[in-house]
């Protein structure tokens, strides 16, 4: 079973930045797809972003508008979420989730999921 333990969370002002981190148990990493969701109070689960951590490859939503980035180091089994120019409305529980090869597009898809890590962001 794929473990998933996310890290990075508080609180952050109006602009900030923030790196959330997601460590994966070992054994299966090279083979996974690892995505990043977050879900807000009185919201439902929404996709963030995806990486492949076998080619890299990434995906992200639409709302991300160049403010998030992906990445992985497959040395430390440990993929990162870097939200830039942070805004209120990216308050929200973060989880990461993890699916076999390839990004998936809805949360369903996944198999193994964090238990969040918390981002507030407020002056």
């Known amino acids: 079973e794929v473990q998933l333990v996310e890290s990075g969370g508080g609180l952050v002002q109006p602009g900030g930045s923030r790196r959330l981190s997601c460590a994966v148990s070992e054994g299966t990493f090279d083979d996974l797809a690892i995505g990043w969701f977050r879900q807000a109070p009185g919201k439902g689960r929404e996709r963030v972003s995806c990486?492949?951590?076998?080619?890299?490859?990434?995906t992200y939503a639409d709302f991300v508008k160049g403010r998030f980035t992906i990445s992985a180091d497959n040395a430390k089994n440990t993929v990162y979420l870097q939200i830039n120019s942070l805004e209120p409305e990216d308050t929200a529980v973060y989880y990461c989730a993890a699916a076999f090869y390839v990004c998936r597009q809805d949360s369903y898809e996944y198999d193994y999921w964090g238990q969040g890590t918390q981002v507030t962001v407020s002056s």
């Open positions: 990486i492949s951590t076998s080619d890299g490859s990434t």
